[in-house]
Nanobody, 126 residues
């Protein structure tokens, strides 16, 4: 079992940066690929970024590629999302999730992620 708690959300202006952090409990944290998803009002939850168990592989949605960076520290049981050049379309609740994926694969569908945090709100004003 993995419990996840997100932090770092807030209200910022367009062009600003935010860093989200997800703290995981459990000694098997390194056995999970980790992902960040987001859900805007009236929209489906969507994949934002993912990182493999070791941190050696990452994957990004096209909409955030070049602006967001995902990283993890297995010694601290944390996974971060650095978000730069934010725009109003990035406004959403951001969720951290854990996927007991095999090897170094990074999956992008919500159904494959077993554990979820409660989310943190990110609001970007124009």
């Amino acid at each position: 079992q993995v419990q996840l708690v997100e932090s770092g959300g807030g209200l910022v202006q367009a062009g600003a940066s935010l860093r989200l952090s997800c703290a995981g409990s459990g000694r098997t944290f390194s056995g999970y690929a980790m992902g960040w998803f987001r859900q805007a009002p009236g929209k489906e939850r969507e994949f934002v970024a993912g990182i493999s168990r070791s941190g050696g592989s990452t994957y990004y949605a096209d909409s955030v590629k070049g602006r967001f960076t995902i990283s993890r520290d297995n010694a601290k049981n944390t996974v971060d999302l650095q978000m730069n050049s934010l725009n109003p379309e990035d406004t959403a609740v951001y969720y951290c999730a854990a996927d007991r994926a095999l090897s170094e694969v990074v999956r992008r569908t919500t159904a494959t992620y077993e554990y979820w945090g409660k989310g943190t709100q990110v609001t970007v004003s124009s």
